[in-house]
Structure formats: C-alpha cells, structure tokens
C-alpha cells in the first residue's frame, strides 16, 4: 500500500538522514491516519542511527535540535519553527507494567514488535511505501483494534495499554477482539500502578470521544472503571449521551457522570485536574443536579470559565431548554460595592456582608435589571430603618 505525507518540512529529514547513510521511516499515528483517510496531527519518525548521531547531523547542517530523551533514544529536531521528534529503532529490554528499558536496534519489525497496537505499529518509507507486519492495515478495515502478538504480555509491559484500548477502540474499532477484551477483565488491577496524572490524560480522552458511551459501558462491565474510580455506571447512560451530543469539554462531562459536586471534587483532586477542570466538573454536576440556572450561571461566570454556550449546552442535556433559552449573552458586573453601602449608613461587619449578600440576589433575581440607585433604595429601606438597624 502507498500512502502519501506532502510535509517538505518531514521529506527534508528524511533526505538528510538518508543521505548519511541512515535508514528512516515514519511511523505510528501519522502512518495509521493517513492509511484510514483521516487527517493526522504529529508525524514522528525512527531510524537506524544513534541519538547522537542524529544530533551531530542535524546540528552540523544548522537545524535546531532538543536532546528531547537520549536514555529512550529519542531527539527533536525544529524545521521552520516546527517540533519533530526522532527516534533510534528500539527492542524493550524489560518492563516493570510502568515503563521500559530499552536497546538501540537496527530492525524496524523488531522495533513495531514492541508497539501496542497493530494499528499503530505501521511505518513508511520516504515514498510512501506503507510497512505493515501485524496486519494493522486489515484491522483498520475491519474496524478492529487489537493488541500487537499477545494481548496479555503487551498489557503486562504496561497496564496504560488498558484504557489507550478504549480510546482507540472508541476512535476505530467496530469489532470486538475477544483475546484483547479477556485480557484487559484479566490484568485490569494493575492500572493501580499507573499515576492519576495518566490515567486521567487518558481518561479525558475518552470522555471527549464521540462514540464516548460505548466505551464507558464496556470499562464498566470489564471491571476498568473500579479500578481507576471512574464512577460512570449504566444509570448515568442517557444522561451522559445528552451531554456528549452538546460538547467534547472532558471535564464537563465528567461532572455528567459523578452523583454530585463533592465526588467531582474528591475525584478532580485524585486525579489531580487542573483547577480550571476541576471546578468546571463541580459546576457542571452542580447544574445538572440541582438549582436555579441563574444562580448557577453566575457561579460559573465568575469562577469557573464557562461561557453561555457551554452553560446552554449543560442545560439542554438535561431537559431544562426554557432555562437555556432565557440566559444571557453576558452578565454585567454587579453595581454595587461595600462602600456603598456604608456611605447609606450601614457599619461594617457581618451586616454590611449579609446586605451586600441578599442585594446582590435581589439583583440577579431581577434579571440584572436594577440599576445602582435602584438597589440603594432597597437598602434604605431595608436595612437603614432604625428598627431594623436595631435587630441587625
């Protein structure tokens, strides 16, 4: 099969590798990509030559270059501003289920043995000559992802494997592989030893995917979601599907999935998201559970990053489309400050934040409508009457 990248940025590394002697091919997602008719992002090659081989040769003809990973074999090289990583022909010397040693190689099979997937362990020459010694080319037409020789070792070097199987079974696969699926029920406790930092890389990845709902059933039956913590169960299905249809934001549908604010929360910090994550998953669960959506709108407003149409977007999922209709395009910022209500002559203290507190409500509640005059004679009368001044 011929296959065709027209990068002169990659073909300019590959003629300078080739006229050195080197052999160089591209490999992974680009190859797979570009053989499925989908666009691909990062190309990424492997050659024969040693890293610091690859450096001095790049370096000599005036190329920046990053000694990204030597101990791995790995080295950036920058063409017109552009990142693009080069990697020596490797052999796994041992694993750990975390992370591998290796040896330096000059076999390209050898180094595709040591892949995950079929699917991904495809290279290709300077032509375009597409290399395929699993049958990664069969599985992609069939709809089929499936682990590279025996699924129960490729997951035991590293239990990653697990969940990267659904996020490209949920990106490719029709068709399931029962060696693969026995393997991962099997080995599904060794995800314990991954970092939350993974896991939730990969997890996130999953949530994002349009075909998201399938996989998620399929972690759950196969015993993958205990392990990690992720909480989705069937019940959450319909709900979550709604909100998939509406938006690929992982965290937001994360908050889909949790019972309430506080697991997303315990479960932001485990998997140790970012804030701006975390508390978009809170809010998210927050609207979906409960409350007024003008109230939740300017929570996320102000704190939470969200705009009207992801807000919108939470609101339909859960039926409330009356509600998503009326929000606003923008929230003006609220017209009153404390010492505006000082100078009305309300003393500081836990009065002036309780009157601040319910003016503020009082405004929202109008729509935003009420101007700065308009509050402060609410407040008049509210809270500068001696009588009520005196019970305060």
Known sequence: ?????????????????????????????AVRDLVAGLPFKDVDLTTDFLPEDVIDL??????????????HGTVTVVVDGEPFEVTTLRADLSTDGRHAEVGFVTDFK??????????????????GKVYD????????????????????????EDYLRILRYFRFRGRF?????AQSLQAIKQHAGGLERISV??????????????????QLVSMETLGVSQVIGLPFTSSFTDQFVRLREETSNSAILLGAIVSDADEAEKLGYRWRLSSKERRQAMTAARVIQDGSPDS????VKQYDGFDVATLKAVLNATGRTEAANG????????????????????????????????????????????????LLEIAKLQYTNPERTHGL
């Open 1 to 29: 099969m011929q296959i065709e990248l027209d990068d002169p940025r990659v073909h300019a590394i590959m003629d300078r590798l080739t006229e050195a002697g080197a052999q160089v091919r591209f490999v992974g997602g």
């Open 58 to 71: 790049f370096e000599d003809a005036g190329f920046d270059v990053i000694p990204t990973g030597l101990k």
């Open 173 to 177: 696969g029709v068709t399931d592989h």
């Open 197 to 214: 930092e993974r896991v939730w890389r990969e997890v996130s990845q999953i949530l994002s995917l349009q075909r998201s709902p399938s």
């Open 296 to 299: 939740h709108y300017w929570r």
């Open 110 to 127: 050898v180094d595709a043995e040591r892949r995950d997937f079929t699917i991904n362990a495809m290279s290709a020459d300077r032509a």
């Open 327 to 374: 929000l606003f395009a923008s929230v003006p910022d609220f017209p009153l400050r404390g010492r505006d209500l000082l100078a009305i002559g309300i003393p500081a203290g836990a009065s002036l934040g309780t009157a601040l507190s319910d003016l503020e409500n009082t405004w929202k509640n109008s729509q935003f409508t009420l101007d700065a005059n308009e």
């Open 133 to 156: 010694y699993f049958g990664g080319i069969d599985d992609l037409n069939n709809g089929r992802v499936r682990f590279v020789g025996d699924p129960e070792q490729r997951v035991q």
